[in-house]
């Protein structure tokens, strides 16, 4: 599976945006790119998926380079419900279906 | 509606004994998935169901690990003769089909302690 690169940790101001980067060099030409996030004590959560196009949700917005060897995840007013890992994942169109959790990147939110 | 739920909560076991770990996935999702989220470690896969589809077993890490589908929905995770290293949260999620744009609804997990 193509490897995603993200940074360990980040922090934010509350109302403030935050940009979530990715680094997805070796990815294939079929391959998503979907953000999960695991608040404290919970199971993962599914933010945002993408292909080639950007993407809007209520949650977030998917920003995806036009080589699409990076991304971003924008969340557009932090709040502190938003700290949590942030995972960055490929999806394969073939193979194993599950998800390859990387480290992720923890989003500190300061009130 | 209801989401994917796991029991126990939180189990804590001897060293040597067997466990069982329940999940109920969303109705109707058709493709199951186990993980175990070791302290401070990312999340690891360990099996998968997708219908009537012989299982992925690829993630288990060893032989002592089983997990079984019923009826196409209730699964069960098997720890026979646990180790200490065997200690984590176990997650289970669940989605539609099986499929790279498909998201997985994840569980609360089981904590599970082996002593």
């Known amino acids: 599976d193509a490897k995603t690169t993200q940074p360990n940790s980040m922090e934010s101001n509350e109302e403030e945006p935050v940009h979530l980067p990715c680094n997805h060099s070796t990815i294939s030409g079929t391959d998503y790119i979907h953000w999960y996030r695991q608040l404290p004590s919970q199971g993962p959560e599914y933010v945002i998926h993408g292909l080639t196009s950007n993407v809007n949700n209520r949650m977030a917005s998917l920003a995806i380079a036009e080589d699409r060897k990076s991304s971003t995840l924008i969340l557009h007013r932090a709040t502190l419900r938003d700290a949590a890992v942030y995972y960055c994942i490929l999806r394969v169109s073939t193979g194993r279906r599950a998800l390859t959790f990387g480290s992720g990147t923890r989003l500190q939110v300061q009130p | 509606g209801a989401g994917v739920s796991q029991s126990p909560s939180n189990k804590v076991t001897e060293k040597g004994k067997d466990v069982e770990l329940r999940c109920d996935p969303i109705s109707g999702h058709t493709a199951l998935y186990w993980y175990r989220q070791s302290l401070g470690q990312g999340l690891e896969f360990l099996i998968y169901f997708q219908g009537n589809s012989a299982p992925d077993k690829s993630g288990l890490p060893s032989d002592r690990f089983s997990a079984e589908r019923t009826g196409g929905s209730v699964s069960t995770l098997t720890i026979q003769r646990t180790q200490q290293e065997d200690s984590a949260v176990y997650l289970c999620?669940?989605?539609?089909?099986?499929?790279?744009?498909?998201?997985?609804?994840f569980g609360p997990g089981t904590r599970l302690t082996v002593t």
């Open positions: 999620a669940s989605s539609l089909a099986a499929g790279e744009v498909r998201e997985q609804y």
